[in-house]
């Protein structure tokens, strides 16, 4: 495994197929939760800057558009829809716009962890990108499913992280150093951090009052 520190400068974050039509049928994870950590992945690599490519199957099918929380998120980020199924690689724009990233590492995050997921990360190792998946973006219909092809990935080199570990590296970066980007994230998706830093600073400033 490469041990050099991810970053925004060697990272592209892949969105895959986060559909409306597929929400209700994911029981790995709850569908509050997994909204919200779709939503930090992609905060995380719009504030940082970091490489970002968004795929969806064609919107006018059941499985519709991409969540609007995530639409939201993204703003003007091109959405590219792609015809073929499960590999999104065998898709020619999506491909071409993974490679003008000009990133070489793949952050990957999406619906079904077993079915585009799987079969995206695979695609990306058999292209030669160094490939992640964002475990806790992701999601199935079973926790069984979802273990079971983080596991696979893990089998093929696919390094499992989750989005939080992600933005946390992402700060490690020297230009991010004084960056309040990490505290900005915490604040929307960690409330009991920010609570328990609101309750330490509370006792130091009781403490010097005392």
Known sequence: MNLEPLSPSNSTVVLVDYAVGFA??????????HISNAVGLAKTAKLYGAGLVVTNGESAKPSGPLYPELLAA???QPVIERATAF??????????????????RLLIGGIATDGCVLQTALGAVRAGYETYVVADASASLSKEAH????????MAGIVPVTWWSVAAEFQLDPAFAESPVRVRLMNEFQP??????????????QGKAA
């Open 87 to 104: 590999n999104s690689f065998l898709d020619p724009d999506f491909a071409a716009a993974v490679e003008a990233t000009g990133r070489r």
């Open 147 to 154: 273990d079971t092809a983080i596991q696979r990935m893990a």
């Open 74 to 76: 993204i703003g003007d």
């Open 192 to 205: 009991a951090m920010t609570m328990s830093g609101l309750t330490y600073f509370n006792g130091v400033a």
């Open 24 to 33: 209700n049928l994911l029981r790995s994870h709850d569908l509050r939760e």
